[in-house]
């Protein structure tokens, strides 16, 4: 299906980009507020979902000279999310909130309303207590009266997995008018881009360090300050002295966990990694330390020393800040190496289990056939993104030889090029389970091209040319090409490598070759 008409559009609008994402994290270190929003940046911006959480945690777990115009969250949410050329936009003043949620989603605007818990009859708050949520939605459908939201709290479980569900229109109205009623505003506001794209990952991270190194206050522990000024009220129990500071904690971990994690993506030294990993948990284990004894001096009356029994955690966390700075070398090193060889450099994404490795000009992908790694709701394929964006702002042509080891069509897969539009769309261009050569849109059932698979290898191709898109095929049998306009499939603004896998897994490898954009000189 090339294009919706009109009235289709109007009736029913899911924006496939946002999707569930898995996440290590509880609630209790990535909260129900802050959860969505991370989904969305990931949405939006590939590859920032790790960088908005990196800023908001760093500006909520130190004390620091950027001081909070408004509400604290608020404000430090909307400078993590600028860092990734993202801004929030409220929606003040809103007579009808279906109205408006359905226009910000028509506009490819993630929307997020915030509601009362009391009034979802799935909630362990229905009915009970008031309890402010987020939530995240990503289409509706007007004939049935439905909104599409990701959430996490409909399961009674620990684990809190966000997963793709519906909420009548009728019902997040009601939990948006408890929510004013109870918290005495409304809270509803879209993500949108930014009028400038952000920095690279890696000079972002670096800013961000640069920001531990500069901003931060001549005292810069909150958990200090915290009990210096008294915790938990009059008569304190446990629970009112400890929550707050391992919240601060917690924070941290989050920090240096994303840190780590981007560093890793980055080819930092793993000996160096292992270095700042040590001592994350040396400063954890010692933050912990340092509360557990507060929280048991304070209820029982005893005098609690903060300055002496603080003094190895203050080392501990100086530590780790002191081995974040001895790695800005290395970062420079990859960044300026990233500058260097960004005409053929590859960003992975969704490679934790090494599915896709690199040999000279050879790009392998190796499913070992114990895991499946799909892409229709939630994102888990493997991909492989080539890092010259802007090529992709004039004519063009991205070509790459792709080959199957399996050849049994009980094998699930689509494997070949892929692309995302300005819209955040995912398009798969390739071959479909070893019978057919398949251009297919994620989150939608029908193909815009099918071809029958006659030989392998394969060439595949996507070129522009003249606001329209070439889609091309030939083997040593074949030769076919089909051409959209540029309305109809949207503008590409990313391209690249991927495989996705689905049914039950089996045993698979792709071998790519000769990846790349074509100039005239190589044809």
């Not at 908005?52 to 604290?72: P, Q, T, V």
């Not at 819209?423 to 994620?442: H, P, R």
Request: contains cysteine; glycine residues 6%; charged residues 25%.
């Amino acid at each position: 299906m090339l294009t919706r008409n009109g009235a289709d559009k109007q009736e029913r609008n899911v924006l496939g980009h946002i999707r569930p994402l898995y996440s290590s994290y509880t609630l209790d270190y990535v909260n129900c507020l802050e959860n969505p929003i991370g989904l969305a940046v990931e949405g939006i911006r590939p590859q920032y979902g790790a960088l908005f959480y990196i800023g908001l945690k760093l500006f909520r777990a130190y004390n620091h000279h950027l001081k909070a115009e408004g509400e604290s969250f608020q404000f430090y949410m909307g400078q993590a999310l600028a860092a990734c050329g993202l801004q929030l936009h409220f929606l003040n003043g809103i007579e009808n909130l279906v109205s408006a949620v359905k226009a910000e989603i028509d506009r490819r605007n993630p929307v997020f309303v915030f509601g009362n818990l009391k009034e979802l009859y799935y909630s362990n708050h229905y009915k009970t207590s008031d309890w402010m949520h987020n939530f995240l939605i990503k289409g509706y459908d007007v004939h049935k009266k439905l909104f599409m939201v990701i959430d996490g709290c409909q399961k009674k479980n620990e684990e809190h997995i966000y997963e793709e569900f519906v909420i009548p229109f009728e019902i997040m109205d009601q939990l948006n008018a408890s929510f004013i009623e109870t918290y005495g505003h409304s809270c509803v506001f879209s993500i949108i881009k930014s009028d400038n794209p952000p920095p690279g990952r890696i000079e972002l991270l670096l800013d961000y360090i640069d920001f531990m190194s500069t901003q931060l206050a001549t005292q810069p522990y909150k958990e200090l300050e915290m009990m210096k000024n008294g915790v938990g009220g009059e008569a304190p129990s446990i629970n009112s002295l400890s929550l707050p500071l391992f919240e601060i904690i917690k924070n941290k971990d989050v920090l240096y966990s994303e840190i780590i994690r981007v560093m890793l993506e980055s080819c930092v030294a793993e000996a160096t990694v292992k270095e700042l990993n040590d001592h994350k948990a040396a400063m954890l284990a010692q933050g912990y330390l340092l509360i557990n004894n507060y929280v048991v001096s304070q209820t029982r009356g005893k005098y609690f020393d903060i300055e002496d029994k603080a003094e190895s955690f203050i080392q501990a966390d100086g530590v780790l800040r002191e081995s974040l700075m001895r790695i800005i070398s290395d970062l420079r090193e990859e960044l300026q190496r990233y500058d260097e060889q960004k005409e053929t450099l590859l960003a992975f994404e969704n490679n934790a289990d090494q599915i896709i490795s690199q040999a000279n000009e050879k790009l392998i992908f190796n499913f070992k056939g114990d895991k499946l790694y799909n892409c229709w709701i939630t994102d888990e394929s493997p991909k492989a993104v080539h890092q010259q964006t802007e090529k992709l702002a004039k004519d063009f042509w991205f070509s790459a030889d792709i080959e199957c080891s399996s050849m049994s069509s009980e094998v699930f897969f689509h494997a070949g090029l892929i692309f995302r539009t300005a819209t955040g769309d995912l398009y798969f261009w390739g071959i479909m389970n070893n019978e057919s050569v398949v251009l297919g849109k994620t989150g939608e059932f029908q193909e815009l091209f099918i071809s029958e698979l006659y030989a392998q290898p394969l060439t595949l191709s996507i070129r522009m040319e003249k606001n329209g898109y070439l889609f091309e095929l030939h083997s040593a049998q074949s030769r076919k090409s089909v051409e959209f306009k540029a309305s109809e499939i949207g503008q590409i603004v990313q391209i690249g490598l991927g495989c996705k896998t689905w049914n039950r897994p089996e045993p698979l490898t792709i071998e790519f070759n000769h990846c790349g954009f074509v100039t005239q000189s190589s044809i």
